[in-house]
């Protein structure tokens, strides 16, 4: 047994699964640089034998991706594992994840196959797949509400075939941690060679406790590999959060006795990352990135924390990537101190075009924003396609009407294809008005299935970042957009949720 645990960020397959979180490849590559500038060990690019869209996001994560394992998904059978093996091929380190349900509703139900039939495609998939690569992880799915003495069978053979991690997932999020953590332990102590893998935890999050049953299988039960998403992103309730279980490890290390190879000063904007692009709102109270996580409002706290910071902190704010809420830039500052505070805040542009354009984005918040918070850095690098280029749509300006008792029109202009158009129109409100303007010129037909705002820098003289999720022929794409004016912002995400729509990227198709 090894004292490191191996964090597996699943973000981007069984977080990605949540409905409306499904990402472009390039938005997977973003997050994926960012989780390996996170430090994580394993990636879990995705299931490529599932679309050809998750087959390319998966393969370009696997060409970039330098220090981490990049891993994709694969039901048990040769087609998949053979596609997985296929879009792994240019990784430094490869792993395949191949998995059947073991546990009796499943494997009747859903997969009709007995008991027999289920151990030996097990079986059968595991050789298959070390032959491919050497790196083979298994998990029974819904491995929890499996029969134990057959989920011993199954595992013992697995690993005579080769897996070398054995992972056992709560899908349902049914598990109790202290149940949870036996059950971990007592298939390691009954299946005689389970010495041979490492054992993993992978729990979702329906009753609340996927950190603290994933703690517990690494605590009582012996798991040297936890899965988890940033946020705890995930279908229905998610999954175990990363930044939970991380800090937990990180700052209760007299317990856990355990390493983490994780760079703990950039979780705060992975988690800003995938909240912006899945749209998928991180609350205030959440623990570790929620905007109150360190905010200490009562006198008594702020007095104490003054005085010794640890009489009510027992993490520190900069250690997962916190700055104070101060003012970095103004109006007078310049390229070089702007480009030093990206590389500050470990926001990576991949040109120089890149950073004039942002920079030229800043100069123009600056004009109308007297004080320029990292979070208004955050946000404004994180508009996708920063230079516009080969966008079909681009923003250029709007004007609106709204009084009380009348009704409220937006006339917007913005490009399609290069060429700037003009539309105007009335809505409910301000930016129903401006949608509607977009919508009469481009007919996209679209369903708006999420509009959201949020205040970047918590006040009203802050930028508002809006979140738009449009849906269209099954594809659902998320559009984000950052202005002082939340009009203004509004239109921008909804120009950007088109230019998805419009864009020929396969969209990556959510897994049942
Ligand atoms: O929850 C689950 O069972 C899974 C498996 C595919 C590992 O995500
Ligand atoms: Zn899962």
């Known amino acids: 047994m090894t004292d490191k645990l191996i964090i597996f960020d699943t ?16 938005e997977k590559l ?25 087959f390319e996001a998966v393969q370009l994560i696997a060409n970039t991706i330098k220090d981490a394992t990049v891993c994709s998904l694969s039901r048990a059978n040769d087609r998949d594992i053979s596609r997985a093996a296929e879009a792994l091929k240019g990784a430094n380190r490869a792993r395949i994840h191949t998995f059947i349900a073991t546990s009796p509703l499943h494997m009747e139900k859903k997969l009709r196959m007995t008991p027999d039939q289920v151990f030996e495609q097990a079986k059968q998939a595991v050789r298959f797949a070390r032959n491919l690569v050497d790196d083979i992880e298994f998990s029974p799915e819904d491995g929890y509400r499996s029969d134990v003495d057959f989920l011993c069978r199954v595992l013992e053979a697995v690993i005579k075939e080769g897996a070398t991690t054995i992972n056992v997932p709560d899908t349902v999020g049914y598990a109790i941690p202290e149940l949870y953590g036996n059950f971990i332990k007592t298939l390691r102590e009954r299946i005689p060679n389970s010495d041979k893998a490492i054992w993993s935890v992978h729990c979702h999050n329906d009753l609340g406790m996927a950190v603290a049953n994933s703690l517990a299988g690494v605590k009582i039960g012996g798991a040297r590999q936890v899965e988890c998403t940033i946020n705890g992103l995930g279908e229905r309730a998610g999954n175990c959060s990363l930044e939970e279980v991380v800090m937990a490890v990180k700052t209760r290390r007299d317990y856990f006795g355990l390493d983490l190879g994780i760079d703990t000063r950039h979780i705060l904007a992975a988690s800003r990352m995938v909240s912006q692009t899945t749209g998928f709102v991180v609350q205030p109270n959440k623990a570790v990135v929620g905007a109150n996580a360190f905010a200490h409002a009562s006198g008594i706290h702020q007095d104490g924390v003054l005085k010794a910071r640890d009489t009510y902190e027992i993490m520190r704010a900069e250690d997962v990537g916190w700055t104070a809420n101060k003012i970095v830039l103004g109006k007078l500052s310049g390229r070089n101190a702007f480009k030093q505070r990206l590389q500050e805040l470990g926001v990576q542009l991949d040109s120089e075009s890149e950073i004039n354009a942002a920079f030229t984005r800043f100069k123009e918040l600056a004009d109308r924003k007297s004080e320029i918070f990292d979070e208004d850095i955050l946000a404004l690098v994180s508009e996708e396609n920063l230079t516009n280029e080969k966008e079909q749509y681009g923003f250029v300006s709007l004007s609106q009407h709204s009084e009380t008792g009348e009704r409220p029109e937006a006339t917007i202009v913005f490009t399609v294809d290069g060429k700037e158009v003009r539309s105007a129109s009335e809505g409910n409100g301000p930016v129903d008005a401006s949608m509607k303007a977009i919508e009469s010129h481009v007919k996209s037909g679209a369903e708006m299935v999420l509009y959201s705002v949020n205040a970047i820098s918590g006040s009203t003289e802050s930028q508002g970042e ?37 864009s020929k990227a396969d969209r990556v198709a959510a897994q049942g």
Do not use: C, H
């Open 30 to 54: 973003r997050i994926a640089r960012q989780l390996e500038r996170l430090r994580v060990d394993v990636i879990e690019a995705g299931f490529a034998a599932s679309s050809n869209g998750d």
């Open 11 to 26: 973000t981007l397959r069984d977080g990605e699964q949540s409905p409306g979180a499904s990402m472009t490849r390039d």
């Open 466 to 502: 809006v979140t738009v999720r449009l849906q269209n022929s099954g594809r659902v794409v998320n559009g984000v957009g950052a202005d002082p004016d939340i009009v203004v912002a509004s239109a921008k995400a909804y120009l950007s949720a088109l230019n998805k729509l419009q």
